[in-house]
């Protein structure tokens, strides 16, 4: 009995020194200037995510699919410290452990807002750092561009911090002291005489999760769950297509052209997300009418992707009308880059 005791008390000691030792380490580079020890309170700051939302001559919602001459269609893309991000590439994190929330990159992304107009979203960035004249460059896939730059830090007053942000689109304050802006930009709708294209069109690229029942990826190349891999092949227009392994640094395309690849999987660190499996790039101004594509998984069985991807014109503005389907149940609508989970 007494040994059983001795033993609680040994672990409580290492739990309390372990506790100690966290909270030093980690900790220490969020406390105030003047703050005591015996004070310190570990903070999480929100990370900044910035929204843009563009607004034509008639208060349309020019990022809204349905909208004759919309921009959601196009490739769009954000630079921000050198790094193109392409709309709805979603970027690879790794994210080491710690108590305190680490800012995720997802990149340049679409979203809904809960009033029902569409945005694009930027971020995470860290919602504790300190920015001088950041720079976003929005990109609209017409030869146009706009500017959004950023300032501000976190400042302590009485133990507490103080949020202070100024966000710019062009030279003019539109947002201050938020993680959050909602940036609207106004934009005259896209428009071509003679239904002819004189904008940078998204190429589509098919995104595949393939997981078991319980979420566990089985397109993880550094685990032998799934030890098929070179028979699984994409059937597309009477041609077979397997596998080629991107190297984990690859670039992704950034020039005005589809850059068609077949099938690839990137191999990425491991992250905490499963890696997709990619079939494309196809051309965006093509017309595809109920085409089929059959992911072909070996011994797991086929999945067959019916899709319609085409261009429609009100008025001379582009309507772009995309839908998929997996096995005939609809799976995603108007995204040139959807993401498909199949799970086996």
């Not at 009477?238 to 589809?258: C, F, L, R, V």
Request: aromatic share 12%; net charge negative.
């Amino acid at each position: 009995m007494k040994r059983i005791k001795g033993l609680f008390q040994l672990l409580a000691i290492c739990m309390m020194a372990c506790s100690f030792y966290a909270c030093e380490e980690e900790g220490l580079g969020n406390v105030p200037d003047g703050q005591e020890k015996e004070e310190l309170m570990i903070w999480d700051f929100a990370p900044i995510n910035l929204h843009f939302t563009l607004t034509g001559e008639d208060g349309e919602d020019l990022l809204a699919p349905a909208t004759p001459g919309s921009y959601s269609g196009l490739a769009l893309s954000a630079v921000y410290k050198e790094k193109t991000y392409e709309k709805d590439v979603f970027e690879e994190n790794r994210i080491p452990y710690s108590r305190a929330y680490l800012p995720h990159m997802y990149g340049l992304y679409t979203t809904q807002q809960k009033n029902g107009r569409y945005a694009l979203t930027f971020g995470e960035l860290d919602g504790a750092g300190k920015y001088e004249d950041a720079t976003i460059v929005l990109r609209w896939g017409d030869h146009t561009e706009d500017i959004i730059t950023f300032s501000g830090n976190l400042t302590w007053k009485d133990n507490k911090p103080i949020l202070a942000r100024t966000f710019k689109l062009n030279g003019e304050i539109v947002a201050e002291n938020t993680n959050n802006p909602v940036i609207d930009i106004p934009k005259k709708a896209i428009q071509s005489q003679g239904n002819q294209l004189a904008f940078d069109v998204e190429p589509i690229v098919f995104n595949f999760q393939l997981t078991d029942s319980l979420g566990g990826n089985l397109l993880n190349l550094s685990k032998e769950k799934y030890t098929d891999k070179d028979s699984i092949k994409a059937i597309f227009q009477g041609e077979a297509y397997y596998i080629n392994i991107q190297p984990e640094n690859s670039e992704d395309n950034e020039s005005d052209t589809p850059n068609f690849t077949g099938l690839t999987l990137a191999r990425y660190p491991q992250t905490m997300y499963p890696h997709p499996l990619k079939f494309g790039e196809l051309d965006g101004t093509e017309t595809y009418e109920d085409e089929n594509l059959i992911m072909d998984w070996g011994s797991l069985g086929k999945d067959t992707i019916t899709f319609t991807s085409k261009i429609t014109w009100e008025n001379n503005r582009p309507i772009f009308v995309r839908s998929y389907s997996l096995n005939g149940k609809e799976v995603g609508k108007d995204l040139a880059r959807p993401y498909i989970r199949i799970v086996k």
